[in-house]
Each structure stands twice: as structure tokens, then as C-alpha cells.
């Protein structure tokens, strides 16, 4: 699985909307200290772990054809 873009609302320090537009390849987050950094990757990993509980996007989403991401 790819992830293009993240959009994070109301989760931690992210009150207002935040996204981000992630590149193919490596992509590098930077910022100082207490900047939300960590914030990104734990909303990715709740994220992912949610939708462990359906069995991926392919029982979530009727018509998802996960050969095709």
C-alpha cells in the first residue's frame, strides 16, 4: 500500500485540519521539538490498525480492488 496524502483533524495537537502530500520514495519529516512529528506517524499507525479491523480496504469499501494499489 501507498499513502499519497494524510489528513489529521482534531488529533492531538492537530486541532485544525493539517495535510500532508507525501512523494513516491523516501520522504523525510523535520521539524523542532514538539512540532508534531511523532503525532503524524501514531495517527498513521491508529489509522492502520483500524482498518485491521475490517480486513483491509477490500471488505470496508465495496468495489475496492486492493490488486490494483
Avoid at 24 to 52: C, H, M, P, Q, Y
Wanted: aromatic share 12%.
Amino acid at each position: 500500500m501507498k499513502i499519497a496524502k494524510i489528513k489529521i483533524t482534531n488529533f492531538k495537537c492537530y486541532e485544525e485540519t493539517f495535510t500532508l502530500s507525501l512523494n513516491e520514495g523516501l520522504n523525510l519529516i523535520v521539524g523542532a521539538n514538539e512540532a508534531g512529528k511523532t503525532t503524524i506517524l501514531e495517527a498513521i499507525l491508529r489509522w492502520s490498525r483500524w482498518l485491521g479491523q475490517f480486513g483491509g480496504f477490500a471488505k470496508l469499501i465495496p468495489g475496492f480492488d486492493h490488486a490494483a494499489s
